[in-house]
T-cell receptor, first 112, second 114 residues
């Protein structure tokens, strides 16, 4: 099946610093790229998404960029806070248009 | 507006038993998706359903697994004759009819097979 690669698998930053998580995908038909935040034992929560007709999208401290030519997209979190600590998953839509392929996740730890 | 509901939240079964997982989508959502999450892994797509229809079951194991979304009531993921390898978190997601890719997840059912 089509793959979504996500890096790094773990990321530790100090409070106030920025965090960047990168994903690549292989399905050229993918046109929707959501990011989910999952705290321990809880449901994945949609935090931001981007469609292929847009190169960048921002929502307060969170931004996502998409390079469709290179087939990669990134999540940027600025001014990190301890409550940002969680596992973050990127995903890409499949050629079916609705199922999502997920990366393996990045465990982000923000230390005070 | 209640979110996606799943029950039970935790389920323990012995090998060979059946597991039934239930999912009620968000109000106004007519599309349901099931995903499986193994420890320290991403979510893997299993099946996509609309009311009374299975649209895509390409991620479902060929045997022992089945899913339905009846006209009335929740969507059900059924695992027959469970084995230890079925132990995982099973998440349901729903989406509105007009924006199918935007999926909202339930709290998951954590299945443990002894």
């Amino acid at each position: 099946g089509e793959n979504v690669e996500q890096h790094p698998s773990t990321l530790s930053v100090q409070e106030g610093d920025s965090a960047v998580i990168k994903c690549t995908y292989s399905d050229s038909a993918s046109n929707y790229f959501p990011w989910y935040k999952q705290e321990l034992g809880k449901r994945p929560q949609l935090i931001i998404d981007i469609r292929s007709n847009v190169g960048e999208k921002k929502d307060q401290r969170i931004a996502v960029t998409l390079n469709k030519t290179a087939k990669h997209f990134s999540l940027h979190i600025t001014e990190t806070q301890p409550e940002d600590s969680a596992v973050y998953f990127c995903a890409a839509s499949t050629n079916s248009g609705y199922a999502l392929n997920f990366g393996k996740g990045t465990s982000l730890l923000v230390t005070p | 507006n209640a979110g996606v509901m799943q029950n039970p939240r935790h389920l323990v079964r012995r090998r060979g038993q059946e597991a039934r997982l239930r999912c009620s989508p968000m109000k106004g959502h007519s599309h349901v998706y099931w995903y499986r999450q193994l420890p320290e892994e991403g979510l893997k797509f299993m099946v996509y359903l609309q009311k009374e229809n299975i649209i895509d079951e390409s991620g479902m194991p060929k045997e022992r697994f089945s899913a339905e979304f009846p006209k009335e009531g929740p969507s059900i993921l059924r695992i027959q004759q469970v084995v230890r390898g079925d132990s995982a978190a099973y998440f349901c997601a729903s989406s509105p009819p007009t924006v199918q890719e935007t999926q909202y997840f339930g709290p998951g059912t954590r299945l443990l097979v002894l």
